[in-house]
């Protein structure tokens, strides 16, 4: 990044920043988006017309895989270390200049404080040194954005099934915002299958590699509950499955879980998908709008995206699953969903700090 001292304030700084709450300085155009929620550090642009220019993902799977999970104090490390790095790489590859740029948008929230607090606060940088107006988005307004990334005439209103490492959530999508339909009581899918992956001795990150260890197995050999709490209810809860798989691994020996461990993972997994899309398809019939989007981290799942095709398509209801760069964790819809934040006047003040919870979230989403 350029020193401040190119701007012209010398060693006195007294920076006047009412622009940065200027809701008139967003001219269309393109826009960057900086994602360090978690684990990923990720840099994006995309252009007035939504598509999508560049996109850099920094993963931090090496860095965690020998610890079993996210260590928080490792990720904000490893994101101080990449995020110089992405941002310039995510504009070489834009094929644009600092200059071009219309504004920037940053992951604000929910996530880990000190990984949020590098984005958050490179991004205020940045916002204050180009003389961009900045907006902060939600983590979850961003995976909800992602299902018009390709498909930008996608219909709305939309069901939208947000499934990740740290949520399961349903939303009714509006053009001018989100409402909340539904959430889990316990674990997130992602979570469910994290778990499930480790109790398999799988590693991590565990879902992308129970996954794979499905494929091979036979998912009716070994049944699993499939939770749906009360009739009608459009809430998740994945705690019980997880014992059940605990249970299992318990009883058997070692010979019989090395045989039996790709039925497992595929029992395992289709209980997790068929209550995900059960609830989903509940959701578009207890509503009536006719159109289903499945977004976040799980809608990578090989199994999740045929399933919900299938019985989307019996019912005749259009889905849209965004490709697999656009599930798991990226900036290019944090840009996405920042684009129309900008364009409604948001604007993150040069004093806001990341929410690590989604309670005091969105400009955009209401609780049901
Ligand atoms: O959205 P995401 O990248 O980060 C969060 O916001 O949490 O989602 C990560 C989650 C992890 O739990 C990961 O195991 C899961 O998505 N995931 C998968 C697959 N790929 C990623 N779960 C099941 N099958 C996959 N293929
Ligand atoms: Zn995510």
Known sequence: MRPLSLFGQGSHCFFTLDW?????????????????????TAAAVIDADGSVLANVVASQHAVHERFGGVVPELASRAHVEMIERVVVAALEESKLSWQSLSGIAVTQGPGLAGALIVGVNYAKTLAYMLHLPLVGVSHLDAHIASAWLEDPNFPRPSIVLVVSGGHTHLYRKDTDGATQLGCTRDDAAGEAFDK???????????????DRLAQSGNPSAIPFPKTSLRRGSLEFSFSGLKTALLYKVQGMGEDELARRKADLAAGYQEAIVTVLVDKALLAVQQTGVRALAVVGGVSANSRLRVLVQERAAALKVPVSIPPMRFCTDNAAMVAAAGRTALAAGHRMAIDAEPFTTLEPALATIQPG
């Not at 809701?23 to 900086?34: C, D, E, Q, R």
């Not at 499930?196 to 129970?210: E, I, K, N, S, T």
């Open 196 to 210: 499930g992956a480790q109790m398999l001795g799988l590693g991590f990150p565990g879902g992308p590699a129970l």
């Open 20 to 40: 940065m709450n200027d809701t008139t300085a967003f001219s269309p155009g393109p826009v960057l988006g900086l994602e360090t929620s978690c684990d990923e």
